[in-house]
């Protein structure tokens, strides 16, 4: 079983598999406001918003039929981000192998 996960609607990854897989990414930096589009739905804290690291890489996942990668790991330090103007922040993009493998549910499994 999983241990950290991501939800959003009916799909799911595994947080603890995506960051070990993200390892052999590079880590590059990219618009906080294009990597945000899914925040809407994400449930934030705004006390634990204000302690997370910004330094530490978002991880995010292609998905099907979308522009932009979905951020699986980091919405508290995307919400940190917008909140206090700052505009890039380090992510890291898993490739569709990465992805498949961290993938619990969701998308025909």
Do not use: K
Not at 15 to 23: G, N, P, S, V, W
Not at 64 to 76: E, M
């Amino acid at each position: 079983m999983a241990g950290e996960m991501f939800v959003l609607l009916g799909w799911a990854w595994d947080i603890d598999t995506a960051t070990r897989l993200a390892a052999r990414h590079p880590v590059m930096q990219a618009d906080v406001d294009r990597l945000a589009w899914a925040r809407p739905v994400i449930q934030i804290d705004p006390e634990h918003a204000a302690t997370v690291d910004l330094s530490r890489p978002l991880l995010a996942v292609p998905i099907p039929n979308a522009q932009t990668p979905l951020v699986i790991d980091g919405y508290h330090r995307i919400h940190r981000a917008l909140t206090t103007g700052i505009r890039t922040l380090p992510v890291v993009v898993l490739d569709e192998r990465d992805e498949r493998a961290c993938r619990i549910r969701g998308g025909g499994i």
